[in-house]
């Protein structure tokens, strides 16, 4: 875990030095990503406490949650940043899915 948040420490100041063209709905659309990730993970961890149980057996464990709450998002995002430069629309429904896939499984979490 701490290897991929020093990673992403690492990363992050060339990642905001790139100039990239890309409209603010798409940007808003990858911080979307990371909130509604963050979701999916504290619904699953408040299921958990109350007697749910993790179906993905990779993701038994809080270590493995947390690390991919992270880096997926942020794989995801950099993966249609550069798709977009070719692929704007491709790009775009990419991380609209995201979003609304995350959501789902919060939503599907604290039922």
Do not use: C
């Not at 993970?41 to 493995?64: D, F």
């Not at 709450?69 to 429904?93: C, D, E, M």
């Amino acid at each position: 875990m701490r290897a991929a948040l020093l990673l992403l420490a690492l990363s992050a100041p060339a990642l905001a030095e790139e100039k990239r063209d890309e409209s603010r709905l798409f940007r808003a659309l990858g911080y979307a990503t990371f909130v509604t990730k963050g979701g999916d993970l504290i619904s699953t961890e408040y299921a958990l406490a109350v007697g749910g149980h993790e179906v993905n057996p990779l993701l038994e464990h809080r270590g493995a949650r947390l690390a991919t709450s992270i880096a997926v998002p942020a794989l995801a995002n950099w993966g249609t940043a550069v798709i977009y430069q070719k692929h704007p629309r491709l790009a775009f429904w990419a991380r609209v899915a995201l979003v609304a896939a995350w959501g789902a499984a919060t939503a599907h979490n604290l039922r």
